[in-house]
Nanobody, 127 residues
Framework: QVQLVESGGGLVQPGASLSLSCAAS????????MGWFRQAPGKAREFVAA????????SYADSVKDRFTISRDNARVASNLQMNSLKPEDSAVYYC????????????????????WGQGTQVTVSS
């Protein structure tokens, strides 16, 4: 069974930066796409960013474009989400997700396309 573990959440002030990490353990993943989602209290889970197996294709929600950067480390089966210029509306529980793919360029922005999920890490942006 694949397990994804997020880390790096915390409380920061508006305008600050934060880096989230996601590492997989358990059964090894091969040919997988990864993504990050978030869920604020009382709201539905929403797409944040995704990266293809090859790493050459990325996708971002409009709300985080030009502020967040997703990357991956295939050697360690891991993904990072660098978040800059954080805003109070970025406050949420952030989830890492992964799923096997057939094509190296496959990328998904729907949570329904992901098979494996982490437990989430809290990010709070407040002054």
């Amino acid at each position: 069974q694949v397990q994804l573990v997020e880390s790096g959440g915390g409380l920061v002030q508006p305008g600050a930066s934060l880096s989230l990490s996601c590492a997989a353990s358990g059964h090894s993943l091969s040919n997988y796409a990864m993504g990050w989602f978030r869920q604020a209290p009382g709201k539905a889970r929403e797409f944040v960013a995704a990266v293809s197996w090859s790493g050459g294709t990325t996708s971002y929600a409009d709300s985080v474009k030009d502020r967040f950067t997703i990357s991956r480390d295939n050697a360690r089966v891991a993904s990072n989400l660098q978040m800059n210029s954080l805003k109070p509306e970025d406050s949420a529980v952030y989830y890492c997700a992964a799923t096997n793919v057939l094509l190296g360029t496959s990328i998904y922005s729907s949570d329904k396309d992901y098979r494996f999920w982490g437990q989430g890490t809290q990010v709070t942006v407040s002054s």
